[in-house]
């Protein structure tokens, strides 16, 4: 969320969003106390985005049908590939001092394009697990430059 408010709040990021989404990560970024409110909105959403994406097999390769994402937040997704994701080339992880950073490739068969990840993986009690990505803001400047170009 840091990262999209941040590219919201640049002139050329604020540009290329549609005009409620520009207010709400302008308020996310805010420092009076409505930010907190908004913030948790916008990770609620993306969370349910990702959560439903999962859940419906959509992120799995299964055809999902029904109605489009509707709500406020709804074209923060509208663009985003639903195809099933595989990940292919797992590299060698290297110990940091918060678990083990082990580079991946994800593709995604939606769109027929690979990302290359860096994740971070943690030790929690049910084993090894996937806690974060340490490439964040460069896959969403890929995913930010290629809805650009499909919508143009």
């Known amino acids: 969320l840091d990262i999209f408010v941040r590219q ?6 604020a540009k290329d969003l549609p005009p409620m989404l520009a207010l709400l990560f302008s308020q996310a970024a805010s420092k009076d106390g409505a930010s907190g409110n908004v913030r948790s909105l916008l990770l609620s959403e993306s969370r349910a985005f990702v959560l ?3 859940a419906s097999g959509a992120f799995a390769g299964r055809k999902v049908t029904g109605a489009e994402a509707q ?3 709804a074209p923060l997704f509208a663009d985003a590939s639903t195809g099933r994701k595989e990940v292919r080339q797992v590299g060698q992880a290297r110990r940091d001092g918060q678990g083990w950073l082990v580079p991946f490739t994800v593709y995604d ?6 990302y290359d990840v860096l994740g971070r993986v943690t030790q929690s009690s049910a084993g090894p697990r996937l806690t974060g990505v340490a490439n ?3 896959l969403i400047r ?6 650009s170009a499909v919508q143009e």
């Open 8 to 13: 919201a709040r640049a002139p050329q990021g």
């Open 142 to 147: 890929r995913l930010n430059a290629e809805s």
């Open 136 to 138: 964040m803001e460069a």
């Open 52 to 54: 439903n994406g999962v």
């Open 71 to 73: 709500g406020l937040l």
């Open 109 to 114: 068969h939606g769109n027929g394009l690979s």
